[in-house]
């Protein structure tokens, strides 16, 4: 029952962590007040507000493709007058381009099918004909919109199963319907999509704007929610557009002039209930297996949170058991025949081979925890929301530069620990040994993404930033960790290591390297599976993925399950007389990563 209490305990309190983790909204972003035209800037009204509402447009990506695009890629309605808004360095990573649109509108002024462009295509023009068949290819793989409003997506929000509302932040810039008559993807939204090997454009949008007055204030209002539904017109006059008709529609085989004209409506909806600080709350709320997740790493926390007593309970006993055993012996007879782990004694701190590309591995590991430690740290208070666009990788990759000083140490300490010489080796390797393959394998799939003419593609001067924050931050960084790892004595041991090398005798199938490293890395990877799902679903979805207080207790159990697992393992192949541990401990959680990609 005492058990039962404190466990219980422990999930209230891991509940109202969570809770408070997710329940910030992000520190520092203050929010703008929109009013009418004509009140902005009187005095006794609202001094400080906007009456123009801006639609700022993003990439567009697909679950059927892993290539983004932007928006100018599809021939949509654009202008080259104005400047773009400036991204950061964890934007311009993730593919995003963010550009001003032509849609603008005024606070609570209701516009019904106002025209935006017209888009004229012949297919005897080779660049027109290229157009058209990009625009099909995107519909085919149903390509979506994502489009921005006052730092908040413009969601396309639609029933699902149970009576649910799931609101996407994209939508489709259009469907097809196959030659066999079955309609694809937003296809099956309306009846008179039907015509067989027929795409269908969303020309029309209908967007919805809530807006939530502030009260006891002169601040204006403040917008809570962007909805839009896309709609198909077959405008009958492209210059006066009435929104009414069939839809458009583009026969796969077409050939000659086409003309597809683009407009929107837009109105404004009070909402009284939304407040500006959790005006994310219904698209997050909506995500789907949001429920499923809850229960599903609750569960997985408490699991793991048994696995790991177990993992311990069994360590402790049978040190304890060693340990009596030990302490039972009457003779010095009987003290002299040793058994166990206690034969490797004087082997056990023998230096490993290939030492240098351990310490090298082991200093840019250390590096790598600190970053993830503290980035989910800061996302857990709400400064990394996906509100602060980029911020999440912008960070990470900061912090990775910062830390280049722990990296040299702990490189340095463990070689020289190792009885290394080879000082300067050693630190060029912690410098560009494993940061080089990342960049060379990024640099690689960047080439790839530039001619497949995507948006991920990151520019040259991105990539010249990069490498100036490698070489002109890091790597000095790095070099000043690992003088101060050399100058401070190595890591005593407790017993003196034998000059001859023990034989190792031969091992059981369960105690080689490889069974036990793969068994040892099954446990880590249990309790981080789910979590891991998700967050590939999100990136590939291309869904907000939020849920980092979650994530940072599965991380902290992550690495007290490694640890537990690796101190076990590392045990049972003592007792069997194998004292090359180092490798294997290293790579019993290693192996977790390789599980992860």
């Known amino acids: 029952m005492c058990s039962l209490h404190r466990a219980r305990g422990s999930v209230l309190v891991i509940f109202l962590l969570l809770h408070s983790a997710t329940s910030f909204y992000l520190p520092g972003l203050a929010p703008v007040s929109f009013c009418e035209p004509g009140q902005a800037g009187k005095e006794n009204e609202v001094p400080d507000c906007k009456s123009t509402i801006e639609v700022f447009v993003n990439r567009l990506d697909s679950v059927e493709s892993v290539l983004p695009?932007?928006?100018?890629?599809?021939d949509f309605c654009a202008i080259d007058s104005e400047k773009r808004p400036s991204e950061n360095l964890g934007q311009v990573l993730f593919g995003e381009r963010i550009e001003p649109s032509p849609y603008k509108f005024e606070f609570k002024k209701k516009v019904d099918c106002k025209p935006v462009c017209t888009k004229s295509y012949n297919t005897n023009k080779p660049e027109d004909k290229a157009h058209l068949d990009f625009l099909k290819k995107g519909m085919l793989l149903n390509y979506q919109h994502h489009w921005i409003v006052d730092n908040m997506p413009v969601t396309w929000c639609y029933d699902v199963e149970d009576g649910q509302k799931f609101c996407n932040p994209g939508f489709p810039i259009g469907c097809y319907v196959t030659e066999a008559g079955r309609p694809k993807?937003?296809?099956?939204?309306?009846?008179?999509?039907?015509?067989?090997?027929?795409?269908?454009?969303f020309n029309h949008v209908d967007i919805t704007i809530h807006y939530h007055v502030v009260e006891n204030e002169a601040a204006g209002a403040r917008l809570v929610a962007a909805?839009?539904?896309?709609?198909?017109?077959?405008?009958?006059?492209?210059?006066?557009?009435?929104?009414?008709?069939?839809?458009?529609?583009?026969?796969?085989?077409?050939?000659?002039?086409?003309?597809?004209?683009?407009?929107?409506?837009?109105?404004?909806?009070?909402?009284?209930?939304?407040?500006?600080?959790?005006?994310?709350?219904?698209?997050?709320e909506s995500m789907p297996h949001t429920n499923i997740q809850w229960f599903s790493i609750m569960n997985s926390l408490v699991i793991v949170l048994f696995l790991?007593?177990?993992?311990?309970?069994?360590?402790?006993?049978?040190?304890?058991?060693?340990?009596?055993?030990?302490?039972?012996?009457?003779?010095?007879?009987?003290?002299?025949?040793?058994?166990?782990?206690?034969?490797?004694?004087?082997?056990?701190?023998?230096?490993?081979?290939?030492?240098?590309?351990?310490?090298?591995?082991?200093?840019?590991?250390?590096?790598?925890?600190?970053?993830?430690?503290?980035?989910?740290?800061?996302?857990?208070l709400g400064f990394l929301s996906p509100a602060n666009r980029g911020?999440?990788?912008?960070?990470?990759?900061?912090?990775?530069?910062?830390?280049?000083?722990?990296?040299?140490?702990?490189?340095?300490?463990?070689?020289?620990?190792?009885?290394?010489?080879?000082?300067?080796?050693?630190?060029?390797?912690t410098c560009f040994l494993c940061p080089g393959?990342?960049?060379?394998?990024?640099?690689?799939?960047?080439?790839?993404?530039?001619?497949?003419?995507?948006?991920?593609?990151?520019?040259?001067?991105?990539?010249?930033?990069?490498?100036?924050?490698?070489?002109?931050?890091?790597?000095?960084?790095?070099?000043?960790?690992?003088?101060?790892?050399?100058?401070?004595?190595?890591?005593?041991?407790?017993?003196?290591?034998?000059?001859?090398?023990?034989?190792?005798?031969?091992?059981?199938?369960?105690t080689r390297s490889l069974p036990g490293i793969v068994m040892g890395g099954i446990l880590p990877f249990g309790c981080i599976f789910i979590q891991l799902f998700f967050i590939l679903n999100s990136i590939w979805s291309h869904q907000m993925y939020y849920m980092f207080g979650f994530l940072f207790l599965v991380f902290i159990i992550l690495v007290i399950t490694c640890s537990?697992?690796?101190?076990?393992?590392?045990?049972?192949?003592?007792?069997?007389?194998d004292y090359n541990w180092q490798w294997r401990s290293f790579l019993t959680s290693g192996l977790v990563l390789v599980k992860m990609l």
């Open 227 to 284: 909805k839009m539904e896309p709609k198909s017109y077959k405008h009958t006059k492209v210059e006066a557009p009435d929104c009414t008709g069939g839809p458009m529609y583009l026969n796969n085989k077409f050939s000659g002039e086409l003309k597809i004209g683009y407009t929107y409506s837009v109105q404004f909806v009070e909402d009284k209930h939304i407040r500006w600080a959790s005006r994310w709350d219904y698209i997050l």
């Open 185 to 201: 993807d937003a296809c099956v939204v309306n009846s008179d999509f039907k015509d067989k090997d027929t795409f269908y454009v």
């Open 564 to 577: 537990e697992a690796t101190i076990l393992l590392c045990y049972f192949h003592l007792c069997a007389e």
């Open 391 to 429: 911020a999440l990788m912008t960070c990470a990759v900061v912090l990775w530069v910062l830390l280049g000083t722990p990296a040299g140490y702990v490189a340095a300490r463990f070689y020289k620990s190792f009885g290394g010489e080879k000082w300067k080796t050693n630190v060029l390797l």
């Open 437 to 510: 393959v990342v960049f060379a394998d990024f640099f690689v799939m960047n080439l790839i993404l530039w001619g497949e003419g995507s948006s991920a593609a990151m520019p040259f001067g991105t990539l010249v930033a990069i490498l100036a924050l490698w070489f002109c931050i890091s790597v000095p960084l790095t070099f000043i960790g690992a003088y101060f790892g050399f100058k401070k004595t190595g890591i005593e041991h407790p017993v003196r290591t034998n000059q001859i090398p023990r034989q190792i005798p031969e091992q059981s199938f369960y």
């Open 308 to 380: 790991s007593g177990m993992v311990a309970m069994i360590m402790l006993r049978t040190l304890h058991k060693d340990i009596a055993r030990y302490n039972q012996m009457d003779s010095v007879e009987d003290a002299q025949e040793e058994f166990g782990w206690k034969l490797v004694h004087g082997d056990v701190f023998r230096p490993p081979r290939k030492g240098m590309l351990l310490s090298v591995f082991l200093g840019s590991g250390t590096q790598i925890f600190i970053m993830i430690f503290v980035t989910l740290f800061f996302a857990c």
């Open 69 to 74: 695009y932007e928006y100018t890629a599809f």
